[in-house]
DNA sequence: CATCGTAAGCACAGATGTTTGCTTTGCAGC
DNA sequence: GCTGCAAAGCAAACATCTGTGCTTACGATG
């Protein structure tokens, strides 16, 4: 008599399983002392079976694209503030803010992390482009609605969207005061290469 | 009688060892299908057994850290031309043209790699963000004995350096022409944030 | 020419990651 | 209530990665 307990087997719903396997991602992303991410850890973390994650997710690419985009919609609210300018900026200092905590470094990792492994090419990483490009869009959408006339996105991702991922990357804090603000001016007020309109730019 | 024979075991040098595990890192990080990185499949892509590889590196970023670093330095000759546009514009020249061959992709991609898992905090990543600024840095001290007056390195980290970086991460590639032109003026041109030598400022 | 140190190669063992077959749970539809 | 489905849990096999002791080749030094 081992005295198997079937009683003892709980178990929780599949939405409970991707939170706590979403959020043993994100800390052992923010906590790790040398230690590298792999799939036991996280389902060890998250107190699930491995096999769960396995067989939700198959790889650890895939886990953490999915758990990269998942938190990354939620904490990114996008109101309207009624200007160009206005948008860019609010978007900016939520990425700011995003970027002093470390989950939100943890996240820019994970997008990193998940992206170049088995991607097979470029498909991938443009479809992930877009996602992550999602809020950006909305914001141009809504400026070319109003009349203004934003930038192309191929800019803002050069002035606005690059400096935080290599920030982010390479572990270096942005500027204690005004960052946002910089950034946004130098985007929007620079003469060369694109004009923006009209009367958002003063000062 | 499983006849050894000793005769057949022929080994290469240490600096040919390194040169092959090097090539074969680049190598499989520009073609795999899928596959992901890791020692074994480098060391056979080399042709050298897997223990000399990990008694050497130890771990995979490691390695990764030294092929990139041993590249880069070696791809980027740093020549001086006169004045400190001429310098920025040759390093974003090369920094384009080598994002242009699946090689040059795939040295950013080691670089991201062999950045974040192990490096128990800032530390480390400050020490290879040096290395990696080294020539940056080099621009801005012979423009400073010049006479000239440099952007702090902040600025053209966010302005030069990260739209490189972010364009390899993602795979979107640079405009066709007038790319390092315009992000160089974009760098040394605007007036807000820090103003350069002189007046240069006009649009 | 002999000797010695360094580092690569080999075989094998241990640890870890990945996958599979099956059982059990929770929930929805009848 | 009963039944069936989807998904989580469990255990064990399977594959792969990582590390160790030892042998062997190459080059430097005397």
Redesign the interface.
Known sequence: MTSKQPTTRIRRSPEQVRAAVHQAVIDLLCDP?????NIPAIAQRAGVNHTSVYRRWGNLDALLADTATTRLERDSPLNDTGTLRGDLLAWAEASVASMRTPEGRALV?AV??S??????A?AD??Q??QR?MHSIEQIRRRATARGENPPPL?QI???L???F???S????DP?ATGYPE??V??LL?????HRSGGASTAT
């Open positions: 002392q040398g230690e590298d991410l990792r990193m992390l992206m170049p492994n088995s991607t097979q470029k990483r443009a992930h482009f992550r191929e991702l050069d002035q969207i690059a400096p991922y290599i920030r990357i390479f572990g270096i500027p910089l950034l001016d130098r007020g620079n003469g060369n290469g």
